[in-house]
């Protein structure tokens, strides 16, 4: 079952969308937003796999909210909803699944959803998969990255790391051996901490070990999924970053 939120300030434009959304088989509307402060306050008690939400909404708008969801769970999908085909552009910014323009076609948000399902899908097979995939870790050096967890010093090989990323407003540092270290510190700290080191920044929301990457494949408008070795986690990899990764670390 796929977990919407419907975040929309019109009433009328909210009951349309969710009439449709509730025609397609395994697809539950868990909450309904009037506005992009209640929508954030929603994704972190009912932790939704996707969002449908209206850009110019009140007190805070679609964009902003984004934002704050992304800091949450930058893997839930986010559907746009606007007016103004202005808008658009700014959405992809912050990492938008996809967009609708109003008013809405149904049929378009019925092909949104299956895509959805698909990657959903595709998600659950990496997570299957993943863990068959070892890389041996070269530990020449044995360097620790030092990070703040719980009001105490954590000490990580560096060349361990796998992924680091955003989850429940904190940052989560994956590294081999099933490893899984919270810390308050920032991606933007981490990734100046790292910046020495084989590293790389693929998403405003991952920062992954290269030497960890098996596959990139396509995930929705201008974002890639990323299949890491020793881990069931994944990365999103923007458009721009496949290209820079590929000029870096591909022959």
Same mark, same amino acid.
């Given at each position: 079952m796929l977990?919407?939120? /419907?975040?929309? !300030?019109? %009433?009328?434009?909210?009951?349309v969308l969710k009439r449709t959304l509730e025609e397609i088989p395994n697809v539950s509307i868990v909450g309904e937003a009037e506005n992009g402060q209640q929508l954030v306050r929603m994704v972190e008690e009912l932790a939704p796999e996707v969002i449908f939400l209206d850009v110019d909404m009140p007190v805070m708008n679609g964009i902003e909210a984004s934002k704050e969801i992304f !800091?949450? !769970?930058? #893997?839930?999908?986010?559907? @746009?909803? +606007? *007016?103004?085909q202005c808008f658009t552009q700014e959405?992809?910014?912050v990492y938008a699944f996809d967009y609708l323009v109003? %008013?809405? =076609?149904?049929?378009?948000? #019925?092909? +949104?959803?299956?895509? /959805?399902k698909e990657l959903k899908t595709e998600r659950k097979k990496a997570a299957l998969w993943t863990p068959e995939a070892k890389l041996v870790v070269k530990r020449e050096?044995?360097?620790?990255? &030092?990070?703040?967890? =719980?009001?105490?010093?954590?000490?990580? =090989?560096? %060349?361990?790391?796998?992924?680091? +990323?955003r989850k429940e407003r904190r940052t989560v540092i994956y590294a081999v051996g099933n490893v899984a270290v919270k810390t308050y510190e920032s991606l933007q700290k981490l990734e100046e901490q790292l910046k020495d080191y084989r590293f790389f920044r693929c998403h405003k929301g991952f920062i992954i070990n290269p030497d960890?990457?098996?596959?990139?494949? %396509?995930? *929705?408008?201008? +974002?890639?999924?990323? &299949?890491l070795a020793n881990t069931k986690e994944t990365a999103l990899m923007t458009m721009e =970053?496949? &290209?820079? @990764?590929?000029?870096?670390?591909?022959?």
């Open positions: 977990k919407v939120i /419907i975040a929309e !300030d019109d %009433p009328k434009m909210r009951l !800091d949450i !769970d930058s #893997r839930i999908f986010l559907v @746009f909803a +606007t *007016g103004f959405a992809f910014e109003k %008013p809405f =076609n149904m049929e378009r948000v #019925r092909q +949104t959803i299956h895509r /959805i050096e044995s360097l620790k990255l &030092k990070v703040l967890s =719980n009001e105490k010093s954590t000490f990580i =090989n560096i %060349p361990d790391i796998i992924v680091i +990323t960890m990457v098996l596959e990139v494949s %396509p995930w *929705g408008n201008k +974002t890639y999924l990323v &299949k =970053n496949v &290209k820079e @990764f590929q000029k870096r670390y591909c022959i």
